[in-house]
Every structure is written in C-alpha cells, then in structure tokens.
C-alpha cells in the first residue's frame, strides 16, 4: 500500500523517465555543475571492478539484501538527478513520485587505521602504479584482501548512515537505495572517489612497490648508463610521487667516506659558462671565486631552479650541468625538489620547465 494507505496510480518507465529528464533539465538551469547518474541502454549498473565491487559488497549483507534491490530500476530510470562524493559523505537528488525531487544523505566511516595498515603491509611489493590500482587490473589475491567482510577496504552497514527527506518510514527506502547504486555506477567513471569517500590515500598501496622497484634497479646497475632510469624520474613511470629519491647504501658509503677525507671548502660562487658549439671544443670549467663577508650566496638549489624558470623552451639535465657545473644526481635531486614545490614542472620526458608557463 502507498503512504497514505492506498495504492499510488502506476506509472510506466517510459513516464518515469520523461518526468526524471524534464526535472533535470530544470535542476541543470540552475546549477550547471549537476552530476545526474545516467545508465545508457540496457547496460549493467556497473562494469568496473570497483562499481561491481561496491554493489556485491553492499548486496552480501543481511541488512541490504532485501532491501537495496528496490533501487535498480530508479537509478537504471534516470531518477538520481544529481550524486555528489566528498570525503566521508554522498549527497543526492532522487525524483520519486512528488514533483520536487527527495534530499538524500549518506554518512560513510573512515576505513579503520589498523585496518588499513594490514592492507598497506599485504600490498608491498604487489602493485606497480596507481593506473593498475584504479583499473583493478591487480593479483586476485589483493583482490579478496580488499573485500574481506567487516576487513576489508568496503563498508560494512555499520559504518554507513543515511536519511531521507521523503516520508518512506522503512530502514531502507528507494531513493537511499537508488543513491547507493548510484554511487556503484559512479565508480566506474571515477574509481578514485572510492577513496576519497573513505578518507584514505590510494598512494599509500603503491609507495612501498615502488621503492622496492627502486632499489632493485639501482642494486643491478653496476654503472649508470642511458639505459638505467635516473632516481627522480621514477615517479614518473610508476605515477606516484616519490617522497625522496631512492639512493643505494653502497653509494651512500662512498659518498660519506669521500666527504670525510677532503677538507672544509670555502664558499664558492659558480659563474655560468656559455655552452660551446663549435665541434672539438673542450667544454669550460664553472670559474669560483671567494665570496666576500656578508654577501648573500645563491645556493646551488636556486641557481638550477632559475635556469629552468628562465628557460621558454624547457631544459634538460645536460644544459643545466653545462651551464652550472653541478654533476647529474646534484641536478636531478634539485629537480625534484622544485617539482614536488610546484616551482617547475615536465614540458616532456627529461625536459624541464617553469609552472608559470
């Protein structure tokens, strides 16, 4: 029976969808950001791993079962106008049988820390980048890691509440069910909300990869050639920002042992030397010179930062070391520091260039 104890009057998909195309249309007028969940054709509801993986989740739990299926049909029907995720919480818009659409509100928890810190220990060493992860082209063992019931990455009814304008009295109405389908659907354009809605950070599954790869490569490189990738351009192939660079233990022995024997330079400032281009040609040496007491020195940071930031083509690691003198993983080391400060930034692979442009 309806609300008021009779039997609403039926009404067709068909009418359904008319009417939940004319109130968007409306609601688009007025707020041009509107994000409505759309399903085109007869396709599933989801079709990514992360979509399917949200809607079995929520579907395996005693609480939902019998109650999220009442709605598929509204959100295959057009009926969530509008479906906003922001970290730990979802709101929508959902036309039922009024002419205003009903408010819905859905409260999500954080994933549990040491939770996610079991899920960062069991995925070290087993995901290369961020494009596998949102892809979900992962091992199927990570795979049921996430989905582990109450332990897993996806939320358990106890961690979820919602509300409802409409004046359904059920645990679960249609327009709540409709939002938490939607949300299914929406993952399959934007897996990365996933994490947002539970206030986690997906670098943090591929961090611990990444710096294993690292370490790997530069243990096998006995000498650095053009085919071994440069520490600070890892980030790059792997999508992720590296905290640090990755430099092996044995080079790190060298270098302090080095350190150790030479005695205190004084402050020097480099001169920049025009490159040469004539054929044959030794490349000029940086000329130093004593800085005088109470002068402000350039640090060599700065002085590689200014080069690229005046540079309108882009430069490249081997112009900054002719011009400056600073050898390769001094210049790349800087380079990732302004980089991660969002001084300069990739023109292309190897080429460097100011934010500003």
Known sequence: MGYWGYYPPYVSVAEKRAKAARKLKQLKKK?????????EGTRAIARSWWGKSWNRNLERYADYSNRIGRGRSYVRHGAVLDL?????????????????????????????????????????GKLDSLQELLAGKFPKALGEIFMVQGKGLFPSPKEIEFSCSC?????????????????????????????????????????????DKTRKLLKKAKKKTSRVIADS??????????????????????????????????ILVSKKSKPTSAVGKSRKK?????????????????????????????????????KTGFDDKQIRTFIYKAKRQGKIKNLKRGVYLSSNI
């Open 286 to 322: 940086p000329v130093s010179k004593k800085v005088k007491p109470g002068k402000k020195v350039k640090s060599p940071f700065d002085t590689v930062v200014g080069i690229v930031r005046r540079s309108r083509k882009g430069v490249t690691v081997a112009i900054i070391r002719e």
């Open 31 to 39: 707020n041009p950001d509107i994000k409505p969940v759309l399903i």
């Open 84 to 124: 906003q995720i922001n970290r730990g919480k979802v709101e929508s818009l959902v036309q039922g049988s009024r002419s205003k659409p009903y408010s819905v509100n859905v409260k999500i928890k954080a994933v549990n820390k040491k939770i996610w810190q079991e899920i960062k220990a069991a995925c070290g």
């Open 233 to 266: 351009d890892l980030a790059d192939v792997f999508g992720i920002d590296m905290e640090e660079a990755v430099v092996s233990k044995k080079k790190k022995t060298k270098a302090a042992k080095k350190t150790s024997k030479t005695k205190k330079p004084l």
């Open 167 to 211: 004046p359904d009295w059920a645990y679960m109405c249609k327009h709540v069910a409709a939002t938490l389908y939607g949300i299914g659907t929406r993952l399959d354009e934007e897996p990365g909300l996933f994490f947002k809605l539970r206030k986690i950070k997906m670098k943090d599954l591929v961090a611990q990869a990444v710096e």
